[in-house]
T-cell receptor, first 115, second 112 residues
Framework: KAGVTQTPRYLIKTRGQQVTLSCSPISGHRSVSWYQQTPGQGLQFLFEYFSETQRNKGNFPGRFSGRQFSNSRSEMNVSTLELGDSALYLC??????????????FGSGTRLTVV | SQQGEEDPQALSIQEGENATMNCSYKTSINNLQWYRQNSGRGLVHLILIRSNEREKHSGRLRVTLDTSKKSSSLLITASRAADTASYFCATDAGDSWGKLQFGAGTQVVVTP
């Protein structure tokens, strides 16, 4: 079956702009989590969506937001981009938002560069 | 903030040798998972060990968990060049939807 698909793979934006990233989970998975990975802070949890509802949120400013659609696809949006938002953004899908016996399935990520 | 530490930060070995990396964490967990990441791409799930398990095997991987010491180790036996990657431990507290707490990772280089 198809894996987790993230688009686009690479993105270059200018400070102050906004950006939208997309994640399509594995078919049948209803939970999508988002992570930010930077060399300095490592992997940090952004938020989790399940059945179109945000159930969990990490410690990020309100400029970071997301949503989930009825087909479980999720988008995350970052407004008023800052240089420090440059990172690899990863999404992970699971059936119910807990890893169960098999952990989470991650996408290949979107590499965002803010200039 | 990250859940814990991984040790060593980097590891260089030759093909055929074993690679061992350790992970410590700070809070109670439901399970601990190990992931591999190649060159800044996505994470690949390797193995999950529950808090009531002490050891688990999967192919060339062996994971141990000591909840009294809040630590885990990952052993890769008979390493191959294709094992070159960063390895991350991640803890699932079981009380936070969709959230894993990752360690800083161990960068492993396997030379032919």
């Amino acid at each position: 079956k198809a894996g987790v698909t993230q688009t686009p793979r690479y993105l270059i934006k200018t400070r102050g702009q906004q950006v939208t990233l997309s994640c399509s989970p594995i078919s049948g998975h209803r939970s999508v989590s988002w992570y930010q990975q930077t060399p300095g802070q490592g992997l940090q949890f952004l938020f989790e969506y399940f059945s179109e509802t945000q159930r969990n949120k990490g410690n990020f400013p309100g400029r970071f937001s997301g949503r989930q659609f009825s087909n479980s696809r999720s988008e995350m949006n970052v407004s008023t981009l800052e240089l420090g938002d440059s990172a690899l953004y990863l999404c992970a899908s699971s059936l119910y938002g807990q890893g169960g016996d098999y952990g989470y399935t991650f996408g290949s990520g979107t590499r965002l560069t803010v200039v | 903030s990250q859940q814990g530490e991984e040790d060593p930060q980097a590891l260089s070995i030759q093909e055929g040798e074993n690679a061992t990396m350790n992970c410590s964490y700070k809070t109670s967990i439901n399970n601990l998972q190990w992931y591999r990441q190649n060159s800044g791409r996505g994470l690949v799930h390797l193995i999950l060990i529950r808090s009531n398990e002490r050891e688990k095997h999967s192919g060339r991987l062996r994971v141990t968990l000591d909840t009294s010491k809040k630590s885990s180790s990952l052993l890769i036996t008979a390493s191959r060049a294709a094992d070159t990657a960063s390895y991350f431990c991640a803890t699932d507290a079981g009380d936070s939807w969709g959230k894993l707490q990752f360690g800083a990772g161990t960068q492993v280089v396997v030379t032919p």
